[in-house]
């Protein structure tokens, strides 16, 4: 195990600045020049820097970035346009010069700060970097969100920030020693914790290619530096800020292992549902929700596991997000952070004795009361699977909490904030991941029946979850 050698954050500048072929660009736009701020004062920053740029002016920004579609200027695209636009500056004027014996950088970020009650202070940052002289460029990129009151002490988190990115893209990426861990831990150097929060890294680039995305963020939850993490369909890892702006969200939580028919259903029929309910609402995103604990479960964490999961799940179309919370008015509480737009959540019928189950809401001050309040409102809706089998169905219609807590679930059943996916007559089985993996080891061939069709082969030819014997003519490991 490695020795912990504790640096400042002015440590670190300096021994960036003190490499002479280390050289490149800082430009910062929208909360000042905080992390060049570092480099200058730590000395010899003259070895370093070549430019400093800081575009406040919309006006100027564009003229040198060029326009958002989207008309923002705390995106990733404004952040890729910044720089793409440097490191090609610095190659076309330096590299003639000394390009055979520097590794030029370009530095970039666009953050909000301000007051936590009128907006959530994020940003963008990342770094474009040489690890070796007229090598490849690498990128890293990072969304933020600053938790600091004051926009002082956010500003100087996000200096600190900045300075452990550009010290760790040269110093936390050797691909025989260093591991995730290690580049995490580098990154959030000297922060204290609850003052950042990254819910989103991303590396491209042949000399960080050792660092795989879906596992590093995932690291960034186990670790406690974010609530979740954003896979899109085709599976690169998303700014959940960015991801759910003004959208409508549908969200399924499950564990999923592996995804069945009847988890298509759910989808298809609360997706209807959430139609019917807000006929006016923009197109929602579509998300299956899996929880840490789902993932964990009773095994030892898997990380192919995981991988599984995502390629299996972003096959069909829909986001995945890989969150932390166990109870479901965290995930909605999570949700409102980045939205104002109705918010759809599909559960089971099985899983309403815990949403009111009062042990769930202790840690609340205004225990279960607290806790509905912030699950259910005028602009969302639970959207109640029943339990189907040969005998019966249950719906929520039927649902009988506790002696207590039953005026409260009638209150918001009769408001048609929870809503029944189907009517009792409807006496379609349902399928679940449990019963997909009790049919594949008892020999039932029935089982690809029940499973969509490109992850019955994923199972059959790729080992999915490592359910079957490979075919003897299985493709490769899928890997995310």
């Known amino acids: 195990m490695k ?25 910062e736009i929208g909360a000042g020049q905080e992390v060049a701020r570092f480099f200058f004062q730590a000395g010899k920053a003259s070895q370093t820097i070549a430019k400093t740029i800081s575009a406040y002016d919309m ?25 793409h636009k440097e490191f090609s500056l610095l190659e076309k004027r330096l590299k003639s010069t000394r390009g055979s014996q520097t590794c030029f950088f370009a530095y970039a970020n666009t953050v909000a700060t301000g007051d936590q009650n009128k907006r959530q202070p994020h940003g963008w940052m990342g770094i474009r970097f040489q690890a070796h002289p007229n090598g490849e460029f690498n990128d890293i990129v990072v969304h933020l969100r600053l938790l600091d009151r004051y926009r002082l002490l956010q500003q100087e988190a996000l200096g600190v920030l900045g300075v452990n990115l550009v010290h760790a893209a040269f110093h936390a990426t050797d691909q025989q020693r260093d591991t995730i861990d290690d580049f995490i831990e580098a990154l959030v150097e000297n922060l204290k914790e609850g003052q950042v929060v990254i819910d989103m890294i991303r590396f491209t680039g042949p000399d960080v290619a050792h660092f795989r995305n879906p596992l590093v963020n995932l690291a960034l939850i186990r670790r406690g530096l974010t609530e979740a993490i954003l896979f899109a369909p085709d599976k690169s890892i998303l700014s959940l800020t960015d991801s759910f702006f003004g959208r409508p969200v549908i969200a399924l939580r499950g564990n999923f292992r592996p995804l069945t028919n009847s988890h298509l259903l759910q989808f298809e029929q609360g997706t209807q549902a959430f139609a019917a309910a807000f006929p006016h609402a923009k197109s929602p995103i579509t998300v299956f929700e899996v929880t840490m604990q789902a993932l964990q479960g009773e095994r030892q964490f898997s990380e192919q596991d995981f991988l599984d999961r995502v390629h299996a799940l972003t096959s069909t179309g829909h986001h995945v997000l890989v969150s932390n919370f166990l109870v479901f008015h965290r995930l909605k509480h999570f949700l409102r952070q980045f939205t104002r737009e109705p918010v ?58 506790g002696n207590s807590e039953t005026p409260l679930f009638q209150h918001f059943y009769q408001q048609k904030w929870i809503i029944d996916l189907m009517s009792k007559e409807d006496r379609e089985e349902f399928i679940g991941s449990e019963k997909i993996i009790e049919m594949i080891r008892s020999g039932d061939t029935r089982w690809r029946s029940y499973v969509p069709k490109q992850i019955a082969n994923m199972i059959e030819f790729e080992n999915l979850f490592q359910l079957v014997a490979p075919a003897k003519d299985s493709k490769n490991r899928t890997s995310v």
């Open 344 to 401: 759809g959540m599909i559960v089971g019928i099985n899983l309403l004795p815990k949403i009111f189950n009062p042990e769930y809401y202790q840690d609340l001050e205004g225990g279960i009361l607290e806790g509905l309040s912030k699950l259910l409102d005028s602009n969302s809706r639970l959207f109640v699977s029943p339990d189907r089998n040969r005998t019966q169905t249950l719906t929520a219609k039927s649902f009988a909490a």
């Open 3 to 27: 020795q912990k050698i504790l640096r400042t954050t002015q440590n670190k500048a300096f021994e960036i600045n003190e490499e002479n072929k280390i050289y490149g660009t800082f430009a």
């Open 59 to 83: 006006i100027y920004s564009d003229e040198i970035y060029g326009k958002e579609a989207n008309g923002r200027y705390v995106c990733e695209s404004r952040l890729e346009k910044m720089l």
